[in-house]
């Protein structure tokens, strides 16, 4: 009975990565390693979906594409001896927003002291859902902080045909291997498949597949436990997905710009998202104090939940019955 009652009490707080824990895109150490010019590089990665269509490829992937870019730079030697191990290197190199990555864990620790929380084992788990590099975010000081990261990954090892056949392992030297094909993509709307792996638990339980058909009270995570904080419309299909069903959503700008605040200020008049602040994660700020409050309210809705199921599957005990003009 009790294993059945005390269910969803966990909160989860669901990141985005470039423009809203950093302040730009997180390619930049790469390009700057490899002394790239960023805008070359980009302007050839927004380039290519109208060029490959002159050329015949009629649907073109455009969240996406800089990947096949940054392969096509290490086929031409620009990228040379660009391997998994030099880009969580290169996460090092990450500088994110005030307050961060003090943030995670703050919060974390505001629901672990808080008493009321602790009777009915309330918790707080931080993901990082990026359609950028997961091995740079896994090298970045935030990475320890977090309970799950969605990224993009290149694989360095292609098995030919026939490799299940044969009897020795591919042998590949770890100094000169290279990435050489996409091994997991994330992109603006598979953002939402991650989030359904949290909301079922498919993250922490590898036997449960997303697509599986579970009922919302038997979720992990029901998406009313769920805050997500991003930058941009790119973000709209997650936001969408989290509104409609509950939770909150809130949208981050960087401090003196106007364009970036003009965009999330018309996505709360669309009503993408219920609030937004400067992309500043200190004690005091309107961001900070926006998302500890949304947590908090969370965590006051989960403890009336348990004991509204606590008194009506339980039960009061039996009692004795006073009548009026009775005496015993």
């Known amino acids: 009975m009790v294993s059945e009652i005390f269910v969803q ?13 950093i302040p730009g895109y997180m ?7 490899y002394n790239v010019d960023p805008k070359v590089f980009w302007r050839e990665v927004n380039s290519l979906p109208d060029y490959l269509r002159r050329e015949g490829n009629e649907l073109v992937a455009q969240d996406s594409i800089y990947l096949n870019h940054i392969l096509a730079y290490v086929r031409e030697g620009v990228f040379a ?18 307050g961060l990555p003090e943030f995670f864990p703050a919060v974390k620790n505001f629901v672990a002291q808080h008493p009321v929380f602790q009777k009915y084992d309330i918790k707080v788990e931080h993901y990082i859902v990026s359609t950028g590099l997961r091995q740079m975010v896994l090298g970045s000081k935030i990475a320890p902080y977090t309970d799950g990261i969605w990224g993009c990954e290149f694989v360095e090892l292609l ?17 000169s291997v290279t990435i050489k094909d996409i091994g997991y993509v994330i992109d603006n709307t598979t953002k939402t498949r991650a989030v359904f792996e949290i909301n079922k638990g498919a993250n922490k339980i590898p036997d449960i597949d997303v697509n599986t058909n579970i009922p919302k009270s038997d979720r992990r995570i029901p998406f009313e436990n769920m805050i997500y904080i991003a930058d941009g419309p790119s973000d709209v299909p997650v936001f969408s997905l989290i509104n409609q069903n509950g939770g909150r959503t809130y949208a981050v700008y960087k401090k003196g710009s106007k364009e970036e605040f003009s965009q999330v200020n018309e996505l709360q008049k669309q009503g993408r998202v219920h609030s937004f602040g ?18 908090e309210d969370i965590g006051n809705t989960i403890v009336k939940n348990r004991e509204w199921v606590l008194k ?5 005990p039996p009692r004795h019955l006073e009548e009026q003009g009775e005496t015993g």
């Open 9 to 21: 009490t966990t909160i989860a707080v669901i990141w985005d990565f470039d423009k809203t824990l």
């Open 27 to 33: 390619q930049e150490p790469l390009l700057r390693h």
């Open 81 to 98: 001896g660009l391997n998994n191990r030099l880009l969580r290197q290169l996460g090092q190199e990450l500088e994110f927003y005030p």
């Open 159 to 175: 098995p030919p045909p026939g490799f299940l056949d044969r009897k020795e392992l591919l042998q590949v030297d770890p100094e």
């Open 278 to 295: 400067e992309a500043n994660y200190e004690p005091e700020t309107q961001t900070y104090m926006w998302i500890m409050n949304a947590v």
């Open 312 to 316: 009506n599957r339980l039960g009061h």
